[in-house]
């Protein structure tokens, strides 16, 4: 079935031939929605800014990556 979500920037391709892109653009975003220190390592933010993150992130990778990284609880081990 088709992802019918509306994507801010192409999702992490499952081979990664797009991961710098990806991670550029996943940090501008991050940025901008205030969500930054959830990707830096030893970062003291809140439980739920981490969820919004995990949740945009994961918005933005492949179906088959989702799978991969489904325990996968905070933004800085994604």
Not at 7 to 19: A, M, T, W
């Amino acid at each position: 079935m088709a992802n019918l979500a509306k994507f801010e920037f192409v999702p992490l391709d499952i081979s990664g031939k797009n991961y710098l892109s990806w991670v550029v653009d996943a940090k501008m975003h991050l940025d901008a929605m205030g969500l930054e220190n959830t990707i830096m390592e030893k970062n003291e933010a809140t439980i739920q800014n981490r969820a919004k993150a995990m949740i945009f992130l994961r918005h933005h990778l492949d179906e088959s990556l989702k799978v991969e990284y489904l325990t996968v609880k905070d933004p800085v081990d994604l």
